[in-house]
């Protein structure tokens, strides 16, 4: 898969693939191409040449509400619609469903999402009345409410405080392992890739450095030459931390 913008040169001949029903975690400097492979992954932006394959299939291909119907997102930043409730916009979620299967029970649907991220409390207050890692669970939950085979989230805890940025990631590993859902994830903070990954793609200046277990990829040499930091991985009893220095 080939991307330019603008006459640059983002990625070359770039081939890589999502784990199934594992969650692979992106990294990478500013600037490396982390976002603009998400959108390419995400029907964001088309490749300039070559297919992003979804089972087999481009994705360009498959119709909207097809993709809608497999394929979340959930990102960093959301816009807020003016004066809805959370369990409003959480039902919004089943709109590539509609017309398709009958009369679903859609507050059935919608309630069982409400306690599996425990949002009952705020239900039916407005979304932009409540806390940052409330908000960004009621963002969650509109994408589970698509009952997608694969979650994709752009950078979900950047403007989360450290509380539920840890919250927010314990979820989202909760919902791999008991849902075999696919997960694909951007993430700045090296610790929780290391934490919370199966797999991490380490991305600089277009290029895939490194892929592979967390342990393999995040180690101090490849840290130090894509991030320009010293740095040592230390094991602990719950497993490895880096540390800056």
């Not at 990829?217 to 009893?237: K, M, P, S, W, Y």
Request: proline share 3%; net charge negative; charged share 25%.
């Amino acid at each position: 898969m080939n991307f330019s913008y603008q006459n640059q040169q983002i990625f070359n001949e770039l081939t890589l693939a999502i784990a199934d029903n594992k969650i692979t975690t992106i990294v990478g400097p500013n600037g490396s191409g982390k976002s603009t492979l998400f959108k390419l992954l995400t029907r964001g932006i088309r490749p300039n040449t070559g297919r992003v394959l979804l089972d087999g299939k481009d994705i360009w291909k498959i119709s909207s509400r097809e993709f809608a119907q497999r394929v979340a997102l959930v990102h960093q930043k959301n816009e807020l619609f003016d004066e809805i409730k959370v369990r409003d916009l959480i039902k919004m979620g089943r709109l590539p469903y509609q017309g398709l299967m009958g009369n679903l029970d859609e507050s059935k649907k919608t309630d069982e999402i409400l306690a599996a991220l425990e949002l009952n409390s705020v239900k039916d207050k407005l979304v932009s009345e409540l806390s940052g890692g409330q908000q960004q669970r009621v963002w969650l939950g509109l994408s589970l409410a698509q009952e997608p085979e694969y979650l994709f989230l752009d950078e979900p805890t950047t403007y989360l405080d450290l509380h539920f940025q840890v919250q927010f990631l314990q979820l989202i590993k909760k919902l791999n392992r008991e849902n075999g859902l696919t997960i694909c994830m951007i993430l700045h903070d090296l610790n929780q890739a290391l934490r919370y990954s199966d797999q991490v793609i380490l991305v600089k200046d277009g290029e895939i450095e490194s892929k592979g277990l967390p342990e393999e990829v995040l180690t101090q040499d490849n840290i130090r030459d894509a991030f320009g930091i010293d740095c040592h991985v230390i094991e602990t009893e719950r497993g490895p931390i880096i540390e800056q220095f």
